[in-house]
């Protein structure tokens, strides 16, 4: 079955620390990935995108950078947090084809930056 | 570029009254149209959805209808009850081989019993 997973679902770091957050899909092969940000009371910013191994697309200018090392692998990263990076963050990935596509999101990392 | 507003919230509703939440598109070509649901403390779940022209999508009592003319996927429920309570997100996927899932605000709705 085609499964995504996603953790930690909650992670509560320090400014100035590096972040890593994991995606990794199941029963699929080639997908494309994205990486969503939520931030307290807003609406859904896509971050990054992903159509292939090591092939990443930035949507804004920010402090985090992602990678996809593997087929099934999407990171999202940061060397140094700022507070303004806490909020939910949500992986997907696109499932199906033509225009019967859509989307299935992964269960979400609530960050907090102290 | 491909865009997604929908109304203001939150909207606040007594138990089986009727509902309507505004979304409205700007994309070129034929999108896809979707809502999706997220209820408190948890991830977005895809509610419905509408690929062409006239379609309606629903799912749990929920309806939208894709109207090309008025560029709008307003979604609708006849009769709300309190565990509908959630933020909707109208989004669209655009005409690129990006397939990016644009978001709109989202839109909080709170029933009350």
Known sequence: SQTIHQWPATLVQPVGSPLSLECTVEGTSNPNLYWYRQAAGRGLQLLFYSVGIGQISSEVPQNLSASRPQDRQFILSSKKLLLSDSGFYLCAWRVGTGGSYGYTFGSGTRLTVV | ?113
């Open chain 2, 1 to 113: 570029g491909d865009s997604v507003t929908q109304m203001e919230g939150p909207v606040t509703l007594s138990e089986e009254a009727f509902l309507t939440i505004n979304c409205t598109y700007t994309a070129t070509g034929y999108p896809s149209l979707f809502w999706y649901v997220q209820y408190p403390g948890e991830g977005l779940q895809l509610l419905l959805k509408a690929t062409k022209a006239d379609d309606k999508g629903s799912n749990k009592g929920f309806e939208a209808t894709y109207r090309k003319e008025t560029t709008s996927f307003h979604l609708e429920k006849g009769s709300v009850q309190v565990s509908d309570s959630a933020v909707y997100f109208c989004a669209l996927i655009g005409m690129d081989s990006s397939y990016k899932l644009i978001f709109g605000s989202g839109t909080r709705l709170l029933v009350r019993p």
